[in-house]
């Protein structure tokens, strides 16, 4: 290693993360965006003229025009009331690895932390491939000058306490919400499901356990960088009498914004018990979809996955049909739609700010010059 971790900052991880790569404006336009999207949209046609399933766009917009506007907001205030929750987690996992003051490393306030966290959430919805996590790792960078490779390891610990969390909360859904009569393709996921569980924890612990062997297995060159990955990734999971509440009601607070979103449309029905777990198993699976990097936000796949899962609890008819996509497109404007307005609003503000700041330094820069040459040929003329 030449310098380590402070060559690592200064050369490594200003390429690795070089913001070219993750250009939002270009992959938005790619045929690797668009592609996706418009095969996932065929294949859901065809599947629901297969299936039978009747959407009537008039059916839909009655009941989009019969919903409870009210119940609606609540989803809406519910889900963003998860943010503020997200920042603190984030911000617990980046101080478990060293992220203070005592090491030199001012962390931005809540509310750049919050913009970061947005704007990678952001990023994720537009372009496929999860790219908004290392996005993020790259504006944190642009914030702190904290090791980049090391913050995508906090983002990618997070990413595996939700989804350990996540397939705990939604396997007990299944089995509570559908009292144990599952179909095969369900019971088929499930399993799935538990595997992918337990290769997660076997990954971590063999992390964890042979990570000097494993190190010496990195050629040279990159060893730096796997060095702060992994300390990012392993040293996250330090309080986790902090980390585990946070991520239980965070998860919690998305079953409610489906809930909300179902009650709004009169989509479930039953005792209370029953709809929260229902909408905490179509709303856990969503959030699963999510984390397939088929099409950007998912659009096309998730929704398809959603009526999968509705469908299993309201009949067959065409007025619950419509209903039911009538409840995804509500709930998508408050995932997908209000995440992309107020998320390129924030982008293209965030992007002109610094345009602007690098103008203005240029300028100062250029009036300094410009004095120190005049002061320098001031003597000649005299």
Known sequence: MKDGPAHLEANGDETEFELERLSISRRLLSWRTILPLVVVIVVFALVAQHLGLEF?????????????????LAGFIVYYSSFPLRVLRWKLMLQNVGYRKEQGVHLPGFLPLSKILYLS?????????????IYRAYLLRQESKAPAT??????????????????????????????GQLPSQLELALHICLVL????????????????????????RFRD????????????FKRLHLLVPLT??????????FMFVALATRMLGGDPIHIFTAALFISLGEALLTTVPLTSGGVGFVESGMLAMILLFIPHTAAAQN???????????????????FGGILFFFTMFSKKSLKAQTARGKELILKEKRESAGAPNKQ
């Not at 009537?56 to 609606?72: D, H, M, T, Y």
Request: hydrophobic share 60%; with cysteine.
């Open 197 to 220: 569980l337990v290769c997660l924890i076997a990954g971590l612990v063999l992390l964890r356990g042979y990570h000097g062997k494993i190190r010496l297995l990195i050629p040279p």
């Open 150 to 179: 090391r913050s995508f390891g906090t983002v990618l610990a997070e990413r595996i306490l939700d989804l350990v969390t996540l397939l705990l909360l939604f396997i007990s859904a299944v089995l509570i919400s559908l009292h």
């Open 248 to 257: 239980l009601t965070i998860w919690s607070m998305e079953a409610l914004r």
């Open 121 to 133: 959430w952001f990023a994720n919805l537009i372009v496929p491939a999860k790219l908004g996590d």
């Open 56 to 72: 009537n766009p008039k059916g839909i917009a009655s009941a989009l025009a019969q919903a409870n506007i009210w119940v609606f």
């Open 323 to 341: 209903g039911a996509a009538a409840t995804i497109v509500l709930d998508r404007m408050i995932s997908l739609v209000s995440t992309l307005i």
């Open 225 to 236: 960088y796997y060095i702060h990955f992994q300390e990012g990734a392993l040293g996250s």
